[in-house]
């Protein structure tokens, strides 16, 4: 913006300039000229000094008569050059002269001639002849004092429009960057504003055009990743069905087997101390085997998954937890809103495997002693289910803003994004560590 004041004005004051020096140039020529025609008719005019005649009448006549003249000025002076009389005309014309600034600039060199006038023997006095610029100076001013303001003026107009134009440009230039900061953020739905100018208009379309491209990409991406999670799953619960149908019984019929000779050998009268010993071993292995199994199988697809409540599901992995680590209290805390509705098994899958893994992040991360798992309805939004898990641990590490997410919070975050789930990693308030998964309701696989 500076920059175009500073053109309009250099502009303005150059061509100011040069409208000057042409200016007083042409009064130079013009007033240069009448005089050499007034110099030559007072020479050839003016009569001899021994004709008889009445020399000072005639050149006073004369001097009158070339003081009348445009551009030139006479007058009689005497012997010791003090003006005889006060000019004819010079002296009116000059009243509605232009300003003192101006004249300064426009009066070009005195060109003058002293012409004696002679009686003879005597020197009667002198003529003086000289260029008179005031009149012409006056009619230049006169055009000048219309010029020079609109110059001005057309400068200004010109520097409004500059700031004008780039106003409306960084608007616009604006508005479609604070679009494109919104894409990049992950709102890949908003779009840059049309615009009338065709350049915006296409900028825009180019942005908006990538934007849908990307929009498409991460569907398919998500479409992809909810497939993914829906045949692991699958096959999840597959590998568990198969543990539990294959190994449970055959683990059950060892107990029982074992057992059934503990019972046989209790009737014994002398039997040896070491098989008892290796009975009651044989007993507690089998016993851990059976556990190990029902972890694993509870691991890779909740026993109560499909025949329980989401509220028992997670009752049930509260109460696991209270029995692995009892130094740290968890509770659990339903809205009864929620309670009676499903929001479909892979959606309770997630808020299940989003509950453990926040609950043992704040056991083993945040050294944690009382967590609590809460499950609501927003209140602006029935249809979605929050699960939050608050902790009164130390929290993720402050400084560096969100901690880097392991794979513990990649897989929640995969799983929410594929179920149209909002997932919100851990943050402070209040001295308390929050976690928050948003789910849909009722969700289904995209
Ligand atoms: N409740 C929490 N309290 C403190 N730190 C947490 C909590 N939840 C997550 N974190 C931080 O987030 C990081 C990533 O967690 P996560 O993705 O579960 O990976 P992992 O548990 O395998 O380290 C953790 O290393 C920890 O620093
Ligand atoms: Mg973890």
């Not at 005649?53 to 002076?77: N, W």
């Not at 003090?82 to 009116?92: D, K, N, S």
């Not at 012409?115 to 009667?124: A, E, G, Q, R, S």
């Not at 006169?142 to 609109?150: A, K, N, T």
Request: with cysteine; hydrophobic share 45%.
């Amino acid at each position: 913006m500076g920059l175009a004041c500073a053109v309009s004005l250099s502009l303005c004051l150059i061509v100011s300039a040069i409208l000057i020096v042409n200016a007083r140039q042409a009064v130079q020529e013009e007033t240069e000229s009448a005089f050499r025609l007034a110099h030559e008719a007072v020479v050839r005019r003016l009569p001899p000094s021994h004709g008889g005649r009445d020399t000072m009448t005639e050149a006073i006549g004369l001097a009158e008569e070339i003081d009348g003249l445009r551009h030139v000025s006479a007058r009689i002076l005497d012997p010791e050059g003090q003006p005889l009389q006060h000019r004819a005309h010079g002296q009116l014309r000059s009243e509605a002269s232009a300003p003192q600034w101006f004249s300064a600039l426009m009066t070009p060199p005195l060109v003058e001639a002293l012409v004696p006038i002679t009686h003879y023997p005597n020197v009667l006095g002198m003529l003086r002849v000289a260029a008179d610029p005031t009149d012409e100076i006056a009619e230049v001013w006169g055009d000048f004092s219309i010029i020079l303001p609109v110059l001005f003026l057309a400068g200004l107009a010109m520097v409004g429009l500059a700031f004008l134009m780039t106003t409306l440009l960084t608007r616009r230039l604006q508005s479609v960057q604070a679009a494109m900061a919104q894409m990049q953020d992950g709102r890949l739905s908003v779009r840059a504003p049309d615009d009338r100018l065709t350049e915006f208009a296409d900028l825009a379309a180019g942005v908006n055009a990538l934007a849908s491209h990307l929009q498409a990409e991460q569907a398919e991406n998500d479409l992809l990743q909810a497939r993914l999670i829906g045949s692991s799953e699958a096959e999840r619960s597959r590998i568990a069905l198969d543990l539990h149908d294959e190994m449970g019984p055959q683990l059950f019929a060892l107990r029982a087997a074992v057992s059934h000779a503990q019972a046989m050998t209790a009737d014994l009268p002398e039997r040896p101390a070491a098989l008892d010993e290796t009975l009651d071993a044989i007993a507690g292995h089998a016993l851990e085997v059976q556990r190990s199994a029902r972890t694993a199988i509870n691991d890779l697809r909740p026993m109560l998954l499909g025949e329980a409540s989401l509220a028992e599901l997670l009752a049930e992995l509260v109460t696991g937890f209270r029995d692995v680590a009892s130094e740290t209290r968890v509770v659990l805390d339903v809205d009864p809103e929620v309670e009676g509705s499903s929001p479909g098994e892979l959606a309770e899958l997630s808020i299940y495997r989003f509950a453990r893994e926040s609950v043992l992040n704040a056991m083993r991360h945040g050294r944690a002693t009382v967590v609590r798992v809460s499950l609501d309805t927003m209140p602006d939004e029935p249809g979605q289910i929050v699960v939050r898990v608050t902790d009164n641990g130390k929290g993720p590490q402050s400084g560096t803003g969100r901690p880097t997410p392991g794979f513990g919070q990649i897989g929640i975050e995969d799983r929410a994004r594929a179920l149209g789930a909002t997932y919100l990693p851990p943050w402070r308030d209040n001295r308390l560590t929050h976690t928050e998964l948003r789910m849909p309701r009722p969700c289904k696989l995209r």
